[in-house]
Nanobody, 123 residues
């Protein structure tokens, strides 16, 4: 079991930046990928970014490439989502997910989820 706690959401103006964090605890001795997804009201949860266990492999949704990064902490149990040039349509609850093994971009492939953190981008 892996427990995830997300933090860092808030209100930011369009064009601004925000950094989210997600800390993992529990059975963290095995290798696991971590990812960020987001869900706006009325929409399905969508993939944003994923990072491998070692932190060297990343993948991003096309809509965030060049603006978001997903660094992983040196201790491997923390992942961040650094967001820049935020847009109002990116207002959503951001969730971090974890899965043992390789990173994936599909929601159903993730076994563990954090509680979500609200990001609101004002125009």
């Amino acid at each position: 079991q892996v427990q995830l706690v997300a933090a860092g959401g808030g209100l930011v103006q369009a064009g601004g930046s925000l950094r989210l964090s997600c800390a993992a605890s529990g059975r963290t001795s095995s290798t696991y990928a971590m990812a960020w997804f987001r869900q706006a009201p009325g929409n399905e949860r969508e993939f944003v970014a994923v990072v491998s266990w070692c932190g060297t492999r990343t993948n991003y949704a096309d809509s965030v490439k060049g603006r978001f990064t997903i660094p992983r902490g040196n201790a491997k149990n923390t992942v961040y989502l650094q967001m820049t040039s935020l847009k109002p349509e990116e207002s959503a609850v951001y969730y971090c997910g974890a899965r043992y093994g390789y990173g994936r971009v599909v929601v159903d492939d993730y076994d563990y989820w954090g509680q979500g953190t609200q990001v609101t981008v004002s125009s």
